[in-house]
């Protein structure tokens, strides 16, 4: 679509280009050791290897989207956890998990966290802290959005909580996380370990999409709208540009 205007007795023309909404792609970074999550030539620059913060982005500017997620991880969360049918030491150890995954927080504050990240990207993760038997003695929430996998080893993950800047690398919190292999023989010591878990979907290699990936144009455009209404009414609905068409 072409804007024409006229100036000085030239001819003046403005392209507005309207892309179609694409589907993120995922490749890995050519210079460093992660898979982008969100390549240029699908998201944009805006958002390159920032996909999260754009799912992030919708969920915190459509009052609409943000009130179903939040009312479908209330309903996952429910009531919280008991431990039932159990044997009296079984009940008790899980017990004392439900109070305390770990010394800040109990696990229904925990699964708060984990079923929202799952609404919100399509997958969840959490850092166990092992003891020195080998045994899961905490349970920490770690954001997904933060996470990015190693592009040649599957189970290795690089973590900081700012992939904006050049070299992420180089951040103080960047560190090397392993996923959790579940069997103590495969545990190798001095590594930190994470649970990494993603919904199926067919075709999705290296990081989930949310359930509600189809609707993000309108998603967006909710919060567009929005703006655009907002503006007029602070303007009093007085129109701030005039387009001319010539020769019809």
Do not use: C
């Not at 001819?11 to 210079?31: C, Q, S």
């Not at 850092?127 to 045994?135: C, E």
């Not at 907002?230 to 129109?239: H, P, Q, R, V």
């Amino acid at each position: 679509m072409f804007l024409v205007s006229r100036s000085g007795g030239k001819t003046n023309y403005k392209r507005l280009a309207f892309d179609v909404h694409k589907t993120p792609e995922f490749e890995p970074d050519k210079k460093k050791s992660w898979i982008e999550y969100g390549t240029r030539k699908s998201v944009g620059k805006a958002w390159q290897n920032l996909y999260p913060d754009y799912l992030i982005y919708l969920y915190n500017s459509s009052s609409t989207h943000n009130a179903i997620l939040n009312k479908k991880t209330s309903y996952i969360v429910g009531q919280g956890w008991t431990a039932e049918g159990r044997t009296a030491e079984q009940e008790a150890r899980l017990n004392r998990f439900i109070k305390h995954p770990n010394p800040s927080e109990n696990l229904k504050s925990l699964t708060w966290k984990t079923a929202l990240d799952k609404k919100i990207y399509g997958g969840y993760a959490v850092q166990v802290i092992l003891d020195s038997k080998g045994d899961i003695a905490e349970t920490w929430h770690i954001d997904f959005g933060n996470l990015r996998r190693d592009k040649e080893e599957a189970n290795r993950f690089w973590f900081t909580s700012d992939w904006t800047t050049r070299r992420p690398e180089e951040n103080e919190d960047f560190e090397e996380l392993w996923s959790f292999p579940f069997d103590r023989d495969e545990i190798v010591q001095g590594r930190k370990y994470i649970i990494y878990l993603t919904e199926y979907r067919p075709n999705a290699k290296e990081y989930p999409l949310p359930d509600y990936i189809a609707s993000n144009p309108y998603i967006e455009a909710d919060y567009e709208i929005g703006n655009f209404v907002l503006n007029n009414t602070k303007n009093g609905f007085t129109a701030g540009y005039l387009a001319n068409f010539y020769n019809g």
